[in-house]
């Protein structure tokens, strides 16, 4: 039994050798420091994070963030994206193989450039809140969103005396505050990011050739945040958005990663294994960098 539990050390010891490999020849090609994120956003990932920011050195200038997350809190994406920019005010570039969800979407958005393939997809910005009447977390516009169509069939006289209950149960008013606060913090916050970041540099638009004024880069932000956070405009919390339409809806450039060859092998042989070995140890939750692997 020891023998094989030392084998079975040995071996995991290997695979997060090569994954340092692999990650640090994706952060080599782009000339960037690199950490990886595949977790929700909830408290402690941002301390996790923070703590092994902290632990490159010496550091680049510019920080690339390959991220895979079905989102979270609106405040730990905040405290995340103030930290990376602590660290690397110059440019971050965020990378997306696979998913990046609700808030994780937000996240996305403070970065100075969107990388994403064909595969790839973002969501609508609809951030998790912990109930406080349980340990639940649920998608806080359509919880807004259920309450206006309880007042909008109450205003006609048309709830049944099943819906009143369940209203009266289920709806606390500064439960309902804390929502909207969690919905109007993400719409603010992906407005700043991609007025401040993403469009700093857009001097002149890619139609006509006009010369992009700040009050063009406030509107388009603030059009971009209003699509993301429409709900019946997307029906669903964990709807997926493709680059494709990303681009096509909402008029946001995004880079393809997989159009450069070199770049998309390197990406997917870290990912393919990333998940390989996750799946081995059972971790739902990775932070790594070169020579640092830690997950739960």
């Known amino acids: 039994m020891t023998r094989s539990l030392d084998e079975l050390t ?19 090609y782009l000339d960037r420091d690199i950490i990886t994120v595949v977790a929700p956003m909830f408290n402690g990932i941002d301390d996790m994070v923070r703590d092994m920011i902290e632990d490159i050195e010496p550091k680049k ?23 990376f920019r602590h660290h690397y005010p110059k440019d971050i570039a965020f990378y997306v193989p696979s998913y990046a969800m609700s808030a994780g979407t937000v996240l996305v958005m403070s970065g100075d450039s969107i990388h994403m393939d064909y595969f790839s997809v973002l969501g609508p910005i609809d951030p998790q809140v912990k109930q406080k009447s349980s340990d639940n977390y649920v998608p806080a516009l359509g919880y807004l969103e259920k309450y206006a169509d309880f ?37 603010e916050l992906l407005k700043k990011w991609l007025v401040n970041y993403k469009f700093r540099n857009w001097k002149k638009t890619g139609s006509s050739g006009k010369i992009v004024t700040a009050a063009m880069r406030e509107k388009r932000a603030t059009e971009i945040a209003r699509k993301l956070n429409d709900v019946k405009r997307w029906k669903s919390h964990s709807r997926t958005l493709s680059r494709s339409v990303i681009e096509s809806e909402m008029k946001l450039m995004i880079d393809d990663f997989g159009a450069d060859k070199e770049l998309n092998r390197r990406i997917r042989s870290y990912s393919r294994l990333l998940q390989d070995y996750m799946m081995r140890v059972g ?14």
């Open 151 to 187: 007042v909008e069939k109450s205003s006609r006289g048309k709830l049944t005396e099943a819906e009143v209950l369940f209203f009266l149960q289920k709806f606390d008013p500064a439960e309902l505050h804390f929502f909207e606060q969690a919905r109007d913090l993400s719409v």
């Open 283 to 296: 971790h739902s939750i990775v932070v790594h960098v070169p020579q640092t692997y830690k997950g739960m």
């Open 10 to 28: 040995s071996s995991n010891k290997f695979i997060e050798g090569q994954l340092d490999k692999n990650l640090a020849a994706v952060g080599e």
């Open 61 to 83: 200038e510019k920080l690339a963030v390959i991220i895979e997350t079905s989102g979270g809190s609106i405040e730990v994406v905040e405290r995340m994206a103030e930290m």
